[in-house]
């Protein structure tokens, strides 16, 4: 996945790993991200992945804790 630069907006986003970075990343394109980066998180982190971060976050707005999690109750 290419990132786009606003997503990342504070570190190099060639330094990112994608598993060993799982919550930074999904807390980013949850909050920030657009459609196409927030298909590529619901097709390459599985769903206990995503639901863990989700739901755990203390950075994510209430209002995008909202949205994902009626996403992941119907993925």
Request: net charge positive; hydrophobic share 40%; charged share 35%.
């Amino acid at each position: 996945m290419k990132w786009r630069p606003t997503l990342f907006w504070d570190t190099n986003p060639k330094n990112i790993d994608v598993l060993k970075h799982a919550q930074y990343v999904i807390e980013r394109i949850a909050d920030f991200g657009n459609d196409k980066e927030a298909r590529w998180a619901l097709d390459f982190y599985d769903k206990k992945t995503l639901r863990r971060v989700i739901l755990k976050s203390r950075s994510l707005r209430p209002r995008t804790k909202t949205l994902w999690k009626l996403i992941l109750n119907k993925k």
